[in-house]
């Protein structure tokens, strides 16, 4: 299971956090905005705004079940040997 901040691609951050945030979105709202007052990056501001007040969804992520998360995770985030030999090949 990894833990995601959501947006539909029709829904700006604010829309997003608010809609993931339920009933704590007043909170979650003002920790975004404080965030983006820092200048922190807007999907960066959402996740942490959401995780502060544990409103992450949590997906399961493809893969191997036996693998730990943080396994699973860096998966989803470093292509494997194989995708990055095909790019170099096109380019």
């Keep these: 299971m ?15 956090v608010a809609a993931q945030a339920g009933p704590d979105a007043a909170a979650v709202l003002a920790a975004f905005d404080s965030a983006l007052a820092l200048g922190t990056a807007e999907h960066v501001a959402a996740y942490e705004a959401l995780a502060a007040h544990g409103r992450l969804d949590e997906v399961d992520l493809p893969g191997d079940p ?6 699973a995770e860096e998966a989803q985030i470093e292509p494997d040997d ?5 790019s170099a090949r096109n380019q």
């Design 2 to 16: 990894a833990r995601v901040a959501r947006k539909r691609m029709t829904q700006t951050w604010r829309e997003a």
């Design 82 to 86: 194989a995708i990055q030999n095909r």
């Design 66 to 71: 036996s693998r730990s998360l943080a396994e």
